[in-house]
Nanobody, 114 residues
Framework: QVQVVESGGGLVQAGGSLRLSCSAS????????MGWYRQAPGKQRTLVAT???????EYADSVKGRFTISRDNAKNMVYLQMNALKPEDTAVYYC????????WGQGTQVTVSS
C-alpha cells in the first residue's frame, strides 16, 4: 500500500513564498511520476506541476516562472517551491504518486491573503 503525505502548507501574504513537501512510502517499485494538484473551493482539482523519475517537468501556465517542482528519487520525495504567491493560488494542494496506479495524499491548505 503506497502512502502519500504532504506537509508545508499555511497562510502567507501575497508576494510571499512557501515550500511544500511530499513523501511516498510503501512502494516496491520506482515511482514513475510525482506531482502536485490543487483544488479551490467550488472548483475541480487541476494540475499544478509534475516531474518524472527522469526529471522531466510539466507546469500549469498559471504557475510557470513562479513555482518550481523538484524531486529526490532516493527518498521518494517531491517538493514544490512557490514564490510570488497570489490570492488565486489559494487552494488545497494534493500530492500524487504514480506507481501501479495513482495515489493521493490527504492535501495541505495553502492560503494567500491580499
Amino acid at each position: 500500500q503506497v502512502q502519500v503525505v504532504e506537509s508545508g502548507g499555511g497562510l502567507v501574504q501575497a508576494g510571499g513564498s512557501l515550500r511544500l513537501s511530499c513523501s511516498a512510502s510503501g512502494s516496491r517499485f520506482s515511482i514513475y511520476a510525482m506531482g502536485w494538484y490543487r483544488q479551490a473551493p467550488g472548483k475541480q482539482r487541476t494540475l499544478v506541476a509534475t516531474i518524472t523519475i527522469g526529471g522531466r517537468t510539466e507546469y500549469a501556465d498559471s504557475v510557470k516562472g513562479r513555482f518550481t517542482i523538484s524531486r529526490d528519487n532516493a527518498k521518494n520525495m517531491v517538493y514544490l517551491q512557490m514564490n510570488a504567491l497570489k490570492p488565486e493560488d489559494t487552494a488545497v494542494y494534493y500530492c500524487n504518486a504514480r506507481v501501479g496506479g495513482s495515489h493521493w495524499g490527504q492535501g495541505t491548505q495553502v492560503t494567500v491573503s491580499s
